[in-house]
């Protein structure tokens, strides 16, 4: 894969990493990020991840929900880093301020049940993600936005969040909840009166009286939004599918994570979006061409004479890496068999953890190639 030429080109607006957690999504975007801007593009990377590595890897003391210009020295014209953290509660609020009125967005705000919701509720953090998106795609700001998608045990937590969130603010026990106000004012009691009491007395039980009643009242008020709520889920969707994405599927030459790799290279192909490639990080290539055997055979050799014993560490050491080098090319080939038209990229371990620009501009150039 050309990671060069897809940064290169114009028309990628927004690049998307994804795979299963661990597998070093986060200092993927932020490098991918680096490496645009200092090619002379005005990019913005957003992070999900609330360990803030990213933050101080780019030399800040923080992010929050608004990007924040990162300063990288000798920059070429037109080149510009931002980055942000995703803040799912503020996000969501945002999203009901600009769609909401003045009085019906307060009762939202203060509504225990959307407190608990927008931060809690299954799928929430996945499709703030994509409201943000959304938003800093809108701005028409940013040449180019790379996004590190949530850490989720699916990766396909991260495609249906938005209809999944969706369907259930509009599912048949929103609708019940909502009922009082859409039948003309009678109280939620005289309405499950008439046929609802059981479901109202076993929801009471389980979650509460309170509970109910405050849900009930969050929906009555979120009433008015369910369609636009709905319209900005399938504009995301459809981001996701235009010609100006690209998605990268990042992955560890590990079977859990090259599994969870091919599921979701799979999945992008059913919901046809772009896919440029699989990034593998953390690889092990061999660095000198001497078999493995041959190193042992030296190593055993100097033992027996009891010279150069460093010298024999080194063959030992060189003879585990070519194991662990094999033992990465069968799985990466058991992968590339299934899915021969996906370009792979493999970026060498680097020998500390990443901390700043400098280490975020060298795992950019391994996967560079360079």
Known sequence: MDVDALLDDRGTHIVVCCGSGGVGKTTTAAALALRAAERGRRTVVLTIDPARRLAQSLGLRELDNQPRRVHVANLPSGGELNAMMLDMR?????????????????QILANPFYQTISTSFSGTQEYMAMEKLGQLAAT???DLIVVD????????????????????????????????ARAGGRSIRRLVGAGFGLFARAVSTIVGGQMLADASAFVQAFDTMFGGFRERARQTYELLRSPGTAFLVIAAPE???????SYFVERLAAEQMPLAGLVVNRTHPVLAPLPAPRALAAAEAL????????????????????AVADREKRMLARFTRAHPSVAVVGVPALPTDVHDLDGL??????????
Request: proline residues 7%.
């Open 90 to 106: 503020r996000t969501f609020d945002d999203m009901v301020l600009a769609h909401a009125s003045d009085g019906r967005a307060e």
């Open 140 to 142: 028409g700001q940013w």
């Open 149 to 180: 998608t949530p850490p989720s045990r699916s990766a396909l937590d991260f495609l249906d969040a938005p209809q999944r969130l969706g369907a259930v603010l509009d599912g048949r026990l929103i609708r019940m909840l909502s009922a009082p």
């Open 255 to 261: 079977p859990d994570a090259l599994r969870e790799a």
């Open 303 to 322: 033992e027996r004479k009891g010279e150069a014993p460093l010298a024999a560490a080194v063959l030992r050491l060189h003879a585990d890496r070519v």
């Open 361 to 370: 501009r060298e795992i950019a150039r391994r996967m560079a190639g360079e």
